[in-house]
C-alpha cells in the first residue's frame, strides 16, 4: 500500500513539474506612441517578445509569420523596422516587412527549443489623418490577419504591442509677460534678461510658430542712451534663461520694436527672453525696463496679459537695493586736471611736441591725449575713453609689485563702495595685467587689458566694505613684467559710496495712459510701510523731473491699494513719469519710470459723433495694426479690440457701439504701431 501511494505521488509530483515549467511568451510593448501627428512620424520603442519556457516558439516551423496591424486612424512608414534574435536560439531566420497597414515578421527555427527573445525595432508610425479618426488604439495581431506562425500566449486581436494616440491639435492658448530678474545692471554689460514672456500652447500637431514680437522700451530712463541692443532669446518649456538660441534681434531700440524670427512652440509654456546691451556711457540709476504688447503665433496677433512685468532694473555698479549717491571720491579720476590728485612709483614725462620716444624705456608714465604722441610704435587710434581727453598712458615695468597709480581718500565707516577703473592696451602685444587694492587688500582678480588698441576700453569694477575705516588707500599695480608689449591706459576712475533705495512700496503695478486728452496714472501697492505720501513726477527727456501732484500714502498696510492721479496738461510727444515715495521721517525714494506718447496733431476721425449706433474711425495710412480702448466716465476700460490690416477697409473701421457699450458717454484711444507707436483720444457720445 505505501508503495503503490508513492509510485502515485512521484507520478502526480512529474506531471505537476511539466505543467510548472510551461509559461508563456511575454511581451514587452512599443513605446512612444502617446502624441503622434499626421504630418510626421514618430520611431517607437522596442517590441519584444520573450518566451517563458523554450517551447513557447515551437522549434518546428519554417518560414511562419507573425503579423501586427496598425490601429485604426494610425499607419506605419514603410519599409522602415528591423528584427533581431538573442542567442542562443532555435529561431535561427527572420525577416521583417514593414507596410503602412502592417508589420510581418518571417520566422524559421532549427529543431532545437532554446529560451529566444525577438526584438522587433525602429518601427515609426504617425496620424493618419489630421482630424483624429481614433483617439487611441493598440497594436494587435488581428484575428483577419494573424500569419501562420504558432506562439504561445498571443492572444489575436488583444494582446496589445503597443498602444497608439494622436495628439491634440495645436493651438495659442495663452501669452503674458514676467520679470524674473530685477538685479542692478553693470554699464557695458551684455545679454542682460529684461522680461520673460511666456506664451502658452496646447496640443503638438501640426507645430505652430512664434513668428514676431512687438517691444518697447517703455519704463526705461533714456533707451536712446543707454540701450544698445536688443534681443530676444528662446529656451522652450525651460524657464531658466540661457543665450543658446537666438530669436532676434533689434539694435538700438528706443519706443516700440518689432523683432521677427521664427521658433517652433512646444506644447504647454514656451519661454523667451528679452535682453538689452547696455552702453559703456550709460547714465549711473538710470532703469531700463520693456514691455510686449503683441506676439504673432501662426500668423496671427495676440495681446499677451499683462504686457510688463512687475519690476525694472536700476544701471548701477553697486548691490542690488543700492544706487550711487553720485560723489566720486577721486579727486581726478579723469585727468582732466593732468599729472595730479595721485602718486605713481613709475616716473613721469611730460609730452614733448619734438619727440615721440618720451615713454622710453619701461616704467614710464604720462597724461596725454594721444598714446602714439608718446611712442611711436604705440597705436595712433587709441585716445581718452570716448575718443577724446586725458588719460594716464603707460610703459609697463619689467619690475613686480611697482605701484602704477595710487591715491588716498577719506570714507565713511560702515559703508558698500565700487571701485571702477577702465583699462586699454596701446600695443597688441603682451597684453597688460593689473592687480587692484583697498588699504593692501586686493579686490577682484587680476584685470587682463584686450588685444584690441582701436580705443577698446575695458572696464574693471568691484565693490568694498569700509567696516570701521575713515580712510582708504586705492592702489593698481601691473603683474605683467614682460617687456615687450605690456604697455596701456588707464581712465575714468572712480571710487563711490553706494546708498541704500530699496522702494519701501511694495508696487504691483504703475501705469500711464491718455484718456480725453489726458493722461491717467494708476498705481496699485500691496503693501506699504512708513508711507506718508507720493509725488506723480513727470518729465520730457526721462531726467530731468517735475512735480505736478501728491497723493497722500496708506501709512503702513498689508492690503491692496489702488491710487490714480490725471496730468491735466501732458507734454506734446513722449512724456515719462515716476512716483516719488516720501515717509514720514522726509526719506524719499523712487518707482520705475514709465512713458507714454500722446499726439495733440490727431490724424484720426470719429464720425458720426454723436452717434446712436455706429461709429467709424480712420486710421492712419500704413498703421498696420493696433489697439481700440473705450473707457467710461470714471476711467474704467470697459472695450477693448484689436486691429490689422485683414479687418480694415479703406483704412477704416466701424464699430457698433450702440450695441456694444450701450448709452453714455465715453472716451476711446485708438493706438496704432506706424511709424511709431501713438495714442489719439476722442469722446463718443452713444444716445
Request: net charge negative; with cysteine; proline share 4%.
Amino acid at each position: 500500500m505505501k508503495s503503490y501511494t508513492l509510485k502515485i505521488l512521484t507520478t502526480l509530483s512529474v506531471i505537476l513539474l511539466t505543467y510548472s515549467i510551461k509559461a508563456n511568451v511575454v511581451i514587452t510593448a512599443a513605446t512612444g506612441g502617446g502624441s503622434l501627428c499626421s504630418n510626421f512620424y514618430t520611431t517607437l520603442g522596442d517590441i519584444k517578445i520573450t518566451e517563458g519556457a523554450s517551447n513557447d516558439i515551437p522549434s518546428s516551423q519554417t518560414d511562419k509569420t507573425l503579423i501586427l496591424t496598425a490601429p485604426s486612424g494610425y499607419e506605419f512608414n514603410p519599409n522602415i523596422g528591423t528584427v533581431s534574435r538573442a542567442t542562443p536560439h532555435n529561431v535561427y531566420n527572420l525577416s521583417i516587412s514593414v507596410t503602412t497597414s502592417t508589420i510581418t515578421v518571417t520566422i524559421s527555427c532549427n529543431g532545437t527549443d532554446h529560451f529566444d527573445v525577438i526584438t522587433i525595432s525602429g518601427i515609426q508610425a504617425k496620424a493618419s489623418n489630421p482630424t483624429p479618426i481614433a483617439s487611441s488604439g493598440n497594436i494587435l495581431r488581428t484575428s483577419a490577419n494573424p500569419g501562420t506562425a504558432s506562439i504561445t500566449g498571443i492572444t489575436n486581436g488583444v494582446t496589445n504591442f503597443g498602444t497608439l494616440t494622436q495628439s491634440a491639435s495645436s493651438a495659442y492658448s495663452s501669452s503674458a509677460v514676467s520679470q524674473i530678474n530685477t538685479n542692478n545692471i553693470g554699464i557695458g554689460s551684455s545679454d542682460n534678461e529684461i522680461i520673460c514672456i511666456q506664451i502658452v500652447v496646447t496640443g503638438t500637431c501640426p507645430p505652430i510658430s512664434a513668428t514676431s514680437f512687438t517691444l518697447n522700451t517703455t519704463g526705461s530712463s533714456d533707451p536712446a542712451g543707454d540701450i544698445t541692443n536688443a534681443s530676444l532669446y528662446f529656451t522652450g518649456n525651460s524657464l531658466t534663461f540661457a543665450t543658446t538660441t537666438l530669436f532676434g534681434s533689434r539694435a538700438n531700440p528706443n519706443g516700440s520694436f518689432t523683432i521677427t524670427g521664427n521658433a517652433t512652440l512646444l506644447s504647454g509654456t514656451n519661454y523667451f527672453w528679452l535682453t538689452y546691451d547696455i552702453a559703456s556711457g550709460a547714465t549711473l540709476t538710470h532703469i531700463v525696463d520693456g514691455q510686449c504688447t503683441s506676439v504673432t503665433v501662426d500668423g496671427s496677433p495676440y495681446t499677451p496679459s499683462p504686457t510688463f512685468g512687475r519690476g525694472s532694473r536700476c544701471i548701477s555698479r553697486c548691490p542690488t537695493g543700492f544706487v550711487e549717491n553720485g560723489t566720486n571720491t577721486i579727486a581726478n579720476g579723469d585727468f582732466s586736471s593732468g599729472n595730479s590728485g595721485f602718486v605713481s612709483n613709475y616716473t613721469y614725462v611730460p609730452d614733448d611736441p619734438s619727440r615721440r620716444d618720451e615713454l622710453w624705456p619701461e616704467g614710464y608714465y604720462s597724461v596725454w591725449t594721444k598714446a602714439n604722441d608718446l611712442h611711436q610704435d604705440w597705436s595712433c587710434s587709441t585716445k581718452g575713453k570716448g575718443g577724446s581727453g586725458n588719460f594716464l598712458i603707460v610703459n609697463g615695468n619689467t619690475v613686480n609689485n611697482i605701484i602704477v597709480w595710487e591715491e588716498t581718500v577719506n570714507v565713511t565707516s560702515n559703508t558698500t563702495y565700487y571701485f571702477c577703473a577702465w583699462l586699454c592696451s596701446v600695443h597688441p602685444l603682451n597684453p597688460a595685467q593689473l592687480s587692484f587694492s583697498v588699504n593692501g587688500t586686493n579686490i577682484g582678480s587680476v584685470f587682463t587689458a584686450s588685444t584690441d588698441t582701436v580705443n577698446h576700453w575695458d572696464e574693471f569694477y568691484a565693490t568694498w566694505e569700509s567696516g570701521a575705516n575713515t580712510t582708504a588707500i586705492i592702489s593698481i599695480v601691473n603683474k605683467n613684467i614682460i617687456a615687450n608689449g605690456n604697455d596701456f591706459g588707464l581712465d575714468d576712475i572712480s571710487f563711490v559710496p553706494c546708498v541704500f533705495n530699496i522702494f519701501p512700496v511694495e508696487l504691483l503695478s504703475f501705469e500711464a495712459n491718455v484718456i480725453c486728452g489726458e493722461i491717467k496714472l494708476d498705481w496699485i501697492t500691496a503693501s506699504e510701510t512708513n508711507n506718508d505720501f507720493f509725488t506723480v513726477e513727470k518729465s520730457k527727456d526721462g531726467q530731468d523731473f517735475i512735480g505736478i501732484i501728491n497723493i497722500d500714502g496708506a501709512g503702513n498696510s498689508n492690503s491692496i491699494i489702488n491710487y490714480s492721479a490725471i496730468d491735466k496738461e501732458p507734454y506734446n510727444g513722449i512724456s515719462y513719469y515716476r512716483l516719488k515715495q516720501t515717509d514720514f521721517d522726509g526719506k524719499s525714494s523712487y518707482s520705475n519710470i514709465v512713458s507714454v506718447n500722446f499726439k495733440k496733431d490727431s490724424k484720426v476721425l470719429f464720425f458720426p459723433n454723436p452717434t446712436n449706433e455706429t461709429v467709424n474711425i480712420t486710421l492712419p495710412d500704413g498703421a498696420g495694426f493696433g489697439f481700440i480702448d473705450a473707457y467710461n466716465e470714471i476711467g474704467q476700460k470697459i472695450y477693448s479690440e484689436i486691429f490689422n490690416k485683414d479687418n480694415l477697409k479703406n483704412n477704416m473701421l466701424s464699430l457698433n457701439v450702440k450695441k456694444t457699450l450701450g448709452q453714455g458717454i465715453y472716451f476711446f484711444n485708438v493706438t496704432t504701431n506706424n511709424p511709431i507707436t501713438r495714442v489719439y483720444s476722442e469722446k463718443i457720445i452713444v444716445y
